[in-house]
T-cell receptor, first 114, second 111 residues
């Protein structure tokens, strides 16, 4: 069965520190891959996406993510976290040309300390 | 363009009452979905639609009905509200690139 895992429920970092949020998936074929961000009290906004090609993709707000086929992972990174990055982050794989059931990981809540 | 709109923003129901959460999009997307978000559970798919007249169940469909008579609208009906349906509900739409666009959400409390 298809599944997505975000192993870290809650991460706390200091402002200016680097960040990596993990996402692992289990799909029969390489899916399209998305990261979304949800600021407190808001809806979800797309951060970045991977369809094919270069495995390192750039997104908004200085985020990037790297697709690693061998590890079935699509981890989100940022070199220097800002206080405004405090939010919840969701990974969402999508089967290429398959079911339209779009599911999300359970999310990672990021707290940023001053 | 408004994108995806949801009404109401907040709602309080008593157990057993029914109501409809409205969702509309002006992006001309075929695909629309309803999710509920609960602490620690992420977003769980309730129902989805791949076009007018076509709907299907997601992960947690029990207690909810949907219909899709037009491309623009995808209402979610709670037939007999229960406290377990207290949640934040998000409507989303996407086109063929699968990038999802979300509404602002409806916060529902069932007492």
């Amino acid at each position: 069965a298809q599944s997505v895992t975000q192993p870290d429920i809650h991460i706390t970092v200091s402002e200016g520190a680097s960040l990596e949020l993990r996402c692992n998936y289990s799909y029969g074929a390489t899916p399209y891959l998305f990261w979304y961000v949800q600021s407190p009290g808001q809806g979800l906004q797309l951060l970045l996406k991977y369809f094919s090609g270069d495995t390192l993709v750039q997104g908004i707000k200085g985020f990037e993510a790297e697709f690693k086929r061998s590890q079935s992972s699509f981890n989100l990174r940022k070199p220097s976290v800002h206080w405004s990055d405090a939010a919840e982050y969701f990974c969402a794989p999508v089967t290429q040309g398959g079911s339209e059931k779009l599911v999300f990981g359970k999310g990672t809540k990021l707290t940023v300390n001053p | 363009n408004a994108g995806v709109t949801q009404t109401p923003k907040f709602q309080v129901l008593k157990t057993g009452q029914s109501m409809t959460l409205q969702c509309a999009q002006d992006m001309n997307h075929e695909y629309m979905s309803w999710y509920r978000q609960d602490p620690g559970m992420g977003l769980r798919l309730i129902h989805y639609s791949v076009g007018a007249g076509i709907t299907d169940q997601g992960e947690v469909p029990n207690g909810y009905n949907v219909s899709r008579s037009t491309t623009e609208d995808f209402p979610l009906r709670l037939l007999s509200a229960a406290p377990s349906q207290t949640s934040v509900y998000f409507c989303a739409t996407h086109g063929r690139t699968y990038e999802q666009y979300f509404g602002p959400g409806t916060r529902l409390t069932v007492t």
